[in-house]
């Protein structure tokens, strides 16, 4: 098998084999090579000692040489050099306490996470594939390299990108290296919240984000995300659904782009179903009020797993309005659009598509022919250029205080008075009728 290295990376490779050392890319780059992908980055390694790597290139950063890293700047693009090593103890299931260098490319491939992310490569010896990793990928199989316990035990992170790397390739997990996720999940506990995140980002933003099933039949979820398996535990009796709370969320992530903030809407925008169950005379169940329960849920959990503020703001929005009743006149768009912020309110289509395709098919097309009316209504609003906010008025705070109007709350109350007005009546937004309307309802003695 021929792969093709970028030319910075065949001049790495070559500096150091001229060198006298071995050097070959390494890892994710040579398996997305073999599936034809583009790799987001090259990694490669070496028989050479860090300090050995350091003298023979002119710009380098010691980026975990305690590891055995050292990164090679070449035209100010950074590649990790990683010598050949053998991983210690690891006493906080992430980390081993040392390592140790050692001359073989055999035993550096052994401590590594998957077969398919232990192959390597150089032009002079071709693919090195000591574990398989090339029938694992020919099968669509994540296997674990030599003993699956080992492996997670070393690094309990692993048993969520088997889960990931499983959503972004298509393929299953092998059957120990599920049976050892199933006994170890619990040492998830020990994970940063941090690469938590970073992981399960990936796996919801993948080409199967329904795998996240896998996740919760593995006892994963129950770690990170107590609340989803709530939700997949929680049956809708309901003629508007066919599937339990967790299996819509996943049906409906599946119904929208790979965008972190949509799909992670879609995952908590009903994460408060369980918490509102109730149950009518006839046994059919309600959820009164989820939407807000699920807000306040989703910030906390989001907090909880270290999102930024940006995100988290906008996928809780979504989940407070994924749901809101908004009647078809073109006021009362405008009014939901001041509410939900313009942000927002046009994700909410894709939004309302992936929930209404993940439900059953009862009064669906009546559903998704209201989206669309709201859709032409919004599109109608926004090339009309109507005012949707007190930024978009046409007088301001300013603008009252020079017509006699005492500074203070006053000023904010008759603002959002004027925007009330104009959104019901956008045509009325200009500033002669405007002040004329303050002048008259708000200023009298």
């Given amino acids: 098998m021929t792969i093709h290295l970028p030319d910075k990376v065949h001049k790495i490779i070559k500096t150091l084999t001229a060198a006298g050392y071995e050097a070959y890319a390494v890892g994710g780059c040579i398996r997305d090579s073999i599936l034809g992908r583009e790799p987001n980055d090259w990694d490669i390694t ?43 103890v690891y006493e906080d299931a992430r980390h081993p306490k040392e390592v140790t260098f050692t001359a073989s490319l055999e035993e550096d491939l052994r401590r590594r996470d998957f077969t398919v992310n232990a192959m390597a490569y150089n032009e ?13 990928i020919e099968n ?8 699956a316990e080992e492996r997670f035990t070393e690094d309990a992170l692993r048993m969520l990108r088997a889960v990931r790397f499983s959503a972004q390739l298509g393929y299953r997990i092998e059957d120990t290296t599920k049976e050892a996720i199933r006994k170890l999940a619990p040492n998830l506990k020990l994970i ?10 990936k796996l919801v933003v993948s080409p199967h984000p329904e795998y996240l099933r896998t996740a919760y039949e593995t006892g994963i979820t129950k770690q990170i995300l107590p ?9 809708q009796n309901n003629p508007h659904h066919c599937y339990s709370v967790g299996e819509h969320i996943l049906h409906s992530m599946q119904e929208t782009d790979p965008d972190k903030v949509l799909r992670l809407g879609m995952l908590f925008h009903d994460i408060g179903k369980p918490q509102t169950l109730t149950i009518d005379e006839e046994g059919i169940s309600h959820n009164k009020g989820h939407a807000v329960v699920g807000e306040k849920m989703a910030r906390r959990i989001l907090r909880r797993l270290k999102f930024d503020n940006d995100t988290t703001d906008k996928v809780t929005k979504i989940v407070r309005y994924h ?9 009362n768009v405008r009014r939901a659009l001041n509410r939900v912020g313009e942000d ?29 009316k709201l ?8 090339r009309n250029q109507d005012c949707l906010g007190l930024k978009d008025l046409a007088v301001t705070g300013t603008d009252l205080i020079v017509l006699g109007m005492e500074p203070g709350r006053k000023i904010g109350e008759t603002l959002r008075g004027l925007l009330e007005l104009v959104l019901e009546e956008p045509e009325r937004n200009t500033r002669e009728e405007l002040l004329e309307i303050c002048k008259e309802k708000y200023m009298r003695i």
């Fill in 323 to 331: 749901d809101m009743e908004i009647n078809l006149v073109p006021g």
């Fill in 227 to 235: 609340e989803f398996d709530f939700c997949m535990e929680t049956d």
């Fill in 124 to 136: 002079e010896t071709g693919l090195v594939d000591i574990f398989g990793g090339m029938q694992d």
């Fill in 140 to 147: 669509r199989i994540i296997r674990c390299v030599g003993n």
């Fill in 46 to 88: 070496t028989s050479a000692k860090p300090e050995e790597t350091k003298r023979l290139f002119l710009r380098t950063v010691d980026t975990g040489i305690r590891h055995g890293t050292v990164t090679v700047l070449l035209d100010r693009e950074g590649f990790e050099v990683t010598t050949y090593r053998i991983d210690g």
């Fill in 344 to 372: 927002i309110f046009p994700l909410l289509f894709a939004v309302r598509y992936a929930d209404v395709m993940a439900q059953s098919d009862y009064h669906r097309e009546e559903k998704l022919d209201k989206l669309e």
């Fill in 192 to 201: 940063s919240a941090e690469r938590i995140q970073a992981e399960l980002v």
């Fill in 375 to 382: 859709r032409q209504l919004y599109d109608e609003i926004c």
